[in-house]
């Protein structure tokens, strides 16, 4: 055989080599990157020097604190080293989850989960359903509502919006603290009308009324305020910018002093009148703040529980969280349920049940597998 037919045949192979490992390694890439944007890699570590954790987004007990049902997504989170890594392109779905408050148990197995890029919330719980809103990518918000007691959707995302071709909904970000009388959720449509969606018909009418608009989606200071409709305490500074809670006469001092100063108010949803005056919530002859420990670290909450006549602190303590390293970390997703002589806390990690008498632990679940 001459050089000549050597080479080309050479240099076919070398070719037919190349293409196919070209393939393998857009295959491999291709499902690395799937894997990775859902949520499903492992290992990845190793080949970029990132991992995702999972990262709440909304959530809200049932009305009688059997049930926590929430929302998270896997956000990026960056390695332990002085490194510049630019990130483009990552797409996460967003999960759905139903927590069985007295044993930890998850309901929704396999986690309900949107597409990539697509978002979903926790708007509003009635009994045991809770209403759910998705945005899906470029096609705008669909809702659903989902009973919690039998595991299942009661209407599945697409199927309110087919019983309601002639109310329009898919830009709308605006619910309602339902008052009217009626179950449903309240919402207001593309029309710039208020609707009420029937749970049991699905179908959505008209109501008339004034009503405050419900912040799903703004997860900080859910169910606490620095503002108090009672007018019974206030704040001054003392010891360098710490403050002190006093009576509002200004006779009666708290013993222990905080960085900021938020005082419980659990209502079930935060409304955008949150920011005015809230009612603070009492247990027995106590209230509760909730604080961070150090100015520079959100991740650090302190938890207390305050005598409201002597100001003296009956109990504290610190509420664990483990510390995000993603490129935006957030903190303050706190939610409380009081059930008895228990608070249910939840954070961005666990879901703590607190002996109120004491203040201790009793049991602390994640929230994510």
């Known amino acids: 055989m001459s050089f000549r037919k050597k080479f080309y045949i050479l240099s076919l192979i070398i070719v037919g080599i190349g293409i196919i490992g070209s393939g393998l390694f857009t295959a491999f890439i291709?499902?690395?990157?799937?894997?990775?944007?859902?949520?499903?890699?492992?290992?990845?570590g190793s080949l970029m020097g990132l991992t995702?954790?999972?990262?709440?987004?909304?959530g809200v007990f049932s009305e009688d604190g059997k049930?926590?049902?929430?929302?998270?997504?896997?956000?990026?989170?960056?390695?332990?080293?002085?490194?510049?890594?630019?990130?483009?392109?990552?797409a996460f779905p967003t999960y759905f989850q139903v927590m069985e408050t007295t044993t930890g148990r998850k309901l929704t197995e396999g986690q309900y989960k949107t597409g990539k890029s697509d978002q979903m919330y926790v708007i509003w719980t009635e009994g045991?359903?809770?209403w759910l809103m998705r945005s899906v990518y470029h096609e705008g918000n669909q809702l659903a509502l989902y009973d919690m007691k039998v595991n299942k959707f009661r209407f599945d995302f697409g199927e309110l919006e087919k019983l309601n071709p002639g109310v329009d909904w898919k830009s709308t970000n605006r619910f309602f603290v339902n008052t009217s009388g009626q179950k449903g959720v309240l919402l207001e449509a593309n029309d710039k009308r208020?609707?009420?969606?029937?749970?049991?018909?699905?179908?959505?009418?008209?109501?008339?009324?004034?009503?405050?608009?419900?912040?799903y989606i703004f997860a900080d200071d859910f169910q606490v305020s620095d503002r108090i409709s009672s007018r019974q305490f206030g704040t001054k500074e003392i010891n360098g910018s710490r403050q002190s809670i006093t009576t509002n006469n200004g006779k009666t001092i708290s013993q222990d002093d905080f960085i900021e100063v938020s005082f419980l108010t659990l209502s079930k949803n935060k409304t955008a009148a949150a920011h005015s005056d809230a009612s603070i919530t009492y247990y027995k002859n106590n209230f509760f703040v909730l604080s961070p420990i150090a100015s520079d670290n959100e991740v650090?909450?302190?938890?207390?529980?305050?005598?409201?006549?002597?100001?003296?602190?009956?109990w504290k303590?610190?509420?664990?969280?483990?510390?995000?390293?993603?490129?935006?970390?957030r903190y303050g997703f706190e939610r409380f349920f009081i059930k008895a002589d228990q608070m249910l806390v939840s954070n961005n990690d666990y879901l703590m049940t607190i002996n109120l008498n004491n203040g201790k632990i009793i049991k602390q679940e994640n929230l994510y597998d």
């Open 128 to 130: 045991d359903e809770v």
């Open 300 to 314: 650090d909450m302190e938890l207390s529980m305050l005598d409201k006549t002597s100001l003296k602190t009956i």
């Open 194 to 215: 208020n609707y009420r969606i029937d749970p049991v018909t699905g179908k959505a009418e008209t109501v008339m009324g004034k009503f405050d608009m419900v912040e």
């Open 317 to 329: 303590i610190q509420l664990p969280q483990k510390k995000l390293k993603t490129m935006i970390p």
């Open 52 to 58: 995702n954790v999972p990262v709440f987004k909304t």
């Open 67 to 90: 049930y926590f049902a929430y929302t998270f997504q896997p956000e990026v989170e960056m390695p332990d080293v002085d490194a510049s890594i630019t990130i483009r392109g990552m």
């Open 30 to 44: 291709s499902n690395t990157i799937s894997k990775f944007t859902s949520g499903k890699m492992e290992g990845m």
